[in-house]
């Protein structure tokens, strides 16, 4: 399934924005997230609580990581970096549906300080 686009209008029907996908062409959506944990004697649990998201099938690729935080010019940085590619939207809401996704809420949720979430549309690789 391919992500809904108006080739006749080349507009994304997600962020109503200008698309450069043709009706031949696909895009995949990119989902990015940093966390911080509250407090740095829990950073541990938050990670094994994100890692439970590298087990889905949903996804084309998924990954956490730990920011080895070597950009000087940033004040506060996140601790986490979350990283996932879907084919479309309903492969990213198979994702959020995944027991799995909410067990990892109820472990990082209460322990995590800043949540900064984006996605993104791009050409499928």
């Known amino acids: 399934m391919t992500?809904?686009?108006d080739p006749a209008r080349a507009r994304c029907h997600i962020c109503r924005r200008e698309a450069n996908y043709g009706p031949k062409e696909r895009a995949m959506i990119r989902h990015i997230v940093f966390f911080t944990a509250r407090d740095p004697k829990d950073r541990e649990t938050v990670y094994e609580g994100l890692r439970l998201?590298?087990?889905?099938?949903y996804a084309r690729h998924?990954?956490?990581?730990?920011?080895?935080?070597?950009?000087q010019l940033?004040?506060?940085?996140?601790?986490?970096?979350?990283?996932?590619?879907f084919e479309?939207?309903?492969?990213?809401?198979a994702f959020k549906?995944?027991?799995?996704?909410?067990?990892?809420i109820?472990?990082?949720r209460p322990l995590r300080d800043m949540r900064l979430a984006?996605?993104?549309l791009t050409d499928a690789a």
């Open 3 to 5: 992500l809904p686009i």
């Open 53 to 57: 998201l590298e087990q889905t099938q």
């Open 62 to 71: 998924f990954e956490i990581g730990r920011n080895i935080k070597t950009d």
């Open 74 to 85: 940033q004040g506060d940085m996140p601790d986490f970096v979350v990283y996932g590619e």
């Open 88 to 93: 479309d939207e309903a492969q990213m809401a």
């Open 97 to 104: 549906a995944d027991p799995l996704y909410q067990r990892s």
């Open 106 to 108: 109820e472990i990082v």
């Open 118 to 120: 984006a996605d993104f």
